[in-house]
């Protein structure tokens, strides 16, 4: 679990939600979990707080006044702002909107939740962007994919594409092991960590994600459904086998 931060260098966590209740109650865990929080209430207030004051995290309404939260986790990324989002969600916004493969959010809280579970999703987000345990200077390769571990990056073909947190930790952990497959719960507690296990979305959410990162790699897909059971990344001699780097219809 994440280290709580000393009170010198408490991680902020922004918090953007237009109803007071929710809001007090959820910086009140925040607070009580060692972060240093920010309210904002509206959109545009938002973005212009993550200019001013960079938020390790966001913990973003989508259903705010004016702008909302899509929009402005539309607005950072379109800017380059690869601030983890955590977006909290009314129980009928459709969770393929809300994580959208051009939005980039990092993970999603459906309303009512119980405030400790965005305490542990957002300690959860903060542990998938820490610092890699691997040797710095990793490189993952598969194919046309390269997976820098110490600088995050994902190069396909020779260009960078742009990764959310989550969706690098994906990628990465099903690289690091071509041909093994994993079951979505072993990928939910790899990169979600042991909490996603207990919401009720945690398959939905990975298969979600999963649809991302394949969209993202496309035409270099080299992650595999096994039906029934999960997902594995294609070893290179599955690849050179297929007699393509496009593996998947
Ligand atoms: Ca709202």
């Known amino acids: 679990m ?4 000393t009170p010198n260098d408490r991680r902020l966590v922004l918090v953007v939600e237009d109803e ?11 607070e009580r979990a ?12 938002a973005l212009a707080a993550v ?8 913990v973003l309404d989508i259903g705010l006044p004016g702008r909302d939260g899509i929009e ?7 800017a380059g702002d690869w601030t983890p989002v955590l977006f909290l969600t009314a129980r009928d916004d459709h969770v393929d909107r809300v994580v959208g493969l051009e939005l980039g959010a990092d993970d999603y809280i459906v309303k009512p939740f119980s405030p400790r579970e965005v305490v542990a999703r957002v300690q959860a987000v903060l542990r998938r962007t820490a610092a890699s345990p ?14 820098d571990l110490a600088g995050r990056r994902v190069i396909v073909a020779g260009a960078d594409v742009a990764f959310t947190a989550t969706e690098f930790d994906l990628l990465a952990h099903l690289l690091a092991t071509p041909g093994r497959v994993f079951t979505r719960a072993q990928l939910l507690r790899a990169v979600w960590g042991e909490d996603a296990l207990l919401t009720l ?40 086998a297929l ?7």
């Open 20 to 30: 007071p209740a929710i809001a007090d109650l959820v910086v009140l865990h925040l």
């Open 72 to 78: 402005v986790c539309r607005a950072l990324r379109s």
């Open 201 to 240: 979305a945690g398959d939905r959410t990975v298969d979600v994600h999963i649809a991302q990162v394949r969209a993202k790699l496309a035409p270099h897909d080299a992650i595999r459904t096994v039906r029934g059971v999960g997902y594995a990344a294609f070893t290179a001699r599955e690849l050179g």
């Open 2 to 5: 994440a280290v709580p931060p």
């Open 243 to 249: 007699g393509a780097d496009q593996v998947n219809p």
């Open 134 to 147: 691997r040797p710095p200077d990793e490189v993952l390769r598969l194919g046309q994919l390269e997976c």
């Open 51 to 58: 200019a001013r004051h960079t938020p390790a995290v966001v």
């Open 34 to 45: 060692g972060f240093a929080t920010l309210v904002e209430r509206d959109g545009d207030a």
